[in-house]
Protein backbone atom coordinates (compact mmCIF):
# COMPACT_ATOMS: atom_id res chain seq x y z
CA UNK A 1 0.00 0.00 0.00
CA UNK A 2 2.67 2.40 0.18
CA UNK A 3 3.42 2.17 -3.59
CA UNK A 4 0.17 3.89 -3.99
CA UNK A 5 1.35 6.94 -1.95
CA UNK A 6 3.46 8.06 -5.07
CA UNK A 7 3.27 8.87 -8.69
CA UNK A 8 4.28 5.80 -11.03
CA UNK A 9 6.65 6.04 -13.30
CA UNK A 10 6.63 6.78 -17.24
CA UNK A 11 7.18 2.64 -17.32
CA UNK A 12 4.67 2.05 -14.55
CA UNK A 13 1.93 4.36 -16.67
CA UNK A 14 2.45 2.00 -20.06
CA UNK A 15 2.34 -1.20 -18.43
CA UNK A 16 -1.04 0.39 -16.82
CA UNK A 17 -2.22 1.50 -20.47
CA UNK A 18 -1.26 -1.83 -21.90
CA UNK A 19 -2.67 -4.26 -19.64
CA UNK A 20 -5.76 -1.97 -18.91
CA UNK A 21 -6.74 -1.88 -22.64
CA UNK A 22 -6.14 -5.52 -22.81
CA UNK A 23 -8.32 -6.34 -19.60
CA UNK A 24 -10.80 -4.28 -20.93
CA UNK A 25 -11.24 -5.78 -23.98
CA UNK A 26 -10.90 -9.54 -23.16
CA UNK A 27 -13.67 -8.84 -20.90
CA UNK A 28 -15.89 -7.18 -23.24
CA UNK A 29 -15.70 -9.88 -24.99
CA UNK A 30 -16.23 -12.09 -22.03
CA UNK A 31 -19.44 -10.56 -21.05
CA UNK A 32 -20.76 -10.49 -24.46
CA UNK A 33 -20.05 -13.63 -24.94
CA UNK A 34 -21.62 -14.73 -21.57
CA UNK A 35 -25.04 -12.84 -22.52
CA UNK A 36 -25.49 -14.63 -25.90
CA UNK A 37 -24.96 -18.10 -24.92
CA UNK A 38 -27.75 -20.12 -24.39
CA UNK A 39 -28.67 -20.57 -21.21
CA UNK A 40 -28.03 -17.37 -20.33
CA UNK A 41 -26.08 -17.09 -16.89
CA UNK A 42 -27.04 -13.72 -15.22
CA UNK A 43 -24.46 -13.86 -12.51
CA UNK A 44 -21.97 -14.39 -14.74
CA UNK A 45 -23.45 -11.66 -16.82
CA UNK A 46 -22.89 -9.03 -13.70
CA UNK A 47 -19.73 -10.50 -12.98
CA UNK A 48 -17.74 -9.75 -16.04
CA UNK A 49 -19.54 -6.57 -16.83
CA UNK A 50 -18.57 -5.47 -13.18
CA UNK A 51 -14.82 -6.45 -14.47
CA UNK A 52 -15.24 -4.71 -17.84
CA UNK A 53 -16.33 -1.26 -16.08
CA UNK A 54 -14.19 -1.34 -13.70
CA UNK A 55 -11.45 -2.19 -16.10
CA UNK A 56 -12.46 0.14 -18.14
CA UNK A 57 -11.88 2.86 -15.46
CA UNK A 58 -8.58 2.04 -14.89
CA UNK A 59 -7.68 2.37 -18.73
CA UNK A 60 -9.18 5.47 -18.64
CA UNK A 61 -7.61 6.89 -15.58
CA UNK A 62 -4.30 5.08 -16.93
CA UNK A 63 -4.64 6.95 -20.38
CA UNK A 64 -5.87 10.40 -19.65
CA UNK A 65 -5.42 11.69 -16.43
CA UNK A 66 -2.69 13.42 -14.60
CA UNK A 67 0.09 11.35 -13.46
CA UNK A 68 -0.34 11.26 -9.72
CA UNK A 69 -0.39 9.53 -6.70
CA UNK A 70 -3.63 8.09 -5.05
CA UNK A 71 -5.14 10.46 -2.12
CA UNK A 72 -5.36 9.45 1.67
CA UNK A 73 -8.97 8.82 1.27
CA UNK A 74 -8.62 7.14 -1.93
CA UNK A 75 -6.31 4.58 -0.86
CA UNK A 76 -8.47 3.98 2.43
CA UNK A 77 -11.26 3.47 -0.19
CA UNK A 78 -9.19 1.02 -2.19
CA UNK A 79 -8.50 -0.99 1.01
CA UNK A 80 -11.51 -0.86 2.14
CA UNK A 81 -13.14 -2.51 -1.53
CA UNK A 82 -10.26 -5.06 -1.32
CA UNK A 83 -11.13 -6.10 2.18
CA UNK A 84 -14.73 -6.37 1.49
CA UNK A 85 -14.10 -7.93 -1.82
CA UNK A 86 -11.55 -10.39 0.06
CA UNK A 87 -14.34 -11.52 2.74
CA UNK A 88 -17.30 -11.89 0.39
CA UNK A 89 -14.72 -13.99 -2.09
CA UNK A 90 -13.62 -16.24 0.82
CA UNK A 91 -17.38 -17.13 1.47
CA UNK A 92 -17.74 -17.98 -2.08
CA UNK A 93 -14.93 -19.71 -2.17
CA UNK A 94 -16.86 -22.16 0.39
CA UNK A 95 -20.35 -22.23 -2.21
CA UNK A 96 -17.30 -23.08 -4.78
CA UNK A 97 -17.14 -26.71 -5.99
CA UNK A 98 -14.61 -29.10 -5.22
CA UNK A 99 -10.78 -28.91 -5.80
CA UNK A 100 -9.17 -26.12 -7.66
CA UNK A 101 -12.25 -23.98 -8.37
CA UNK A 102 -12.41 -23.44 -4.48
CA UNK A 103 -8.72 -22.91 -3.84
CA UNK A 104 -7.99 -20.05 -6.50
CA UNK A 105 -10.85 -18.70 -5.10
CA UNK A 106 -10.01 -19.23 -1.96
CA UNK A 107 -6.11 -18.02 -2.28
CA UNK A 108 -6.93 -14.66 -4.64
CA UNK A 109 -9.70 -13.61 -1.75
CA UNK A 110 -7.20 -14.06 1.19
CA UNK A 111 -4.80 -11.79 -1.02
CA UNK A 112 -7.83 -9.54 -1.33
CA UNK A 113 -8.15 -9.54 2.83
CA UNK A 114 -4.16 -9.07 3.21
CA UNK A 115 -3.69 -6.07 0.76
CA UNK A 116 -7.35 -4.90 2.66
CA UNK A 117 -5.83 -5.19 6.40
CA UNK A 118 -2.79 -3.49 5.47
CA UNK A 119 -4.06 -0.54 3.90
CA UNK A 120 -6.56 -0.08 6.56
CA UNK A 121 -4.48 -0.49 9.38
CA UNK A 122 -1.69 1.68 7.11
CA UNK A 123 -4.47 4.52 7.14
CA UNK A 124 -5.91 4.36 10.62
CA UNK A 125 -2.83 5.15 11.88
Known amino acids: ?14 AAVVLSAVTTLIFCAVAAYVLTAEPVSFSAVIIFSGLFLTSATMFFRAAFTARRSLSGEETLGLAWVLLIGGIIGALLAMLAGPGTNRLLLLGSSLSCVAYGLAGVRLRSQ
Not at 1 to 14: A, F, G, I, N
Request: cysteine-free; glycine content about 0%.
Open 1 to 14: MKDLSRPPSKTERV
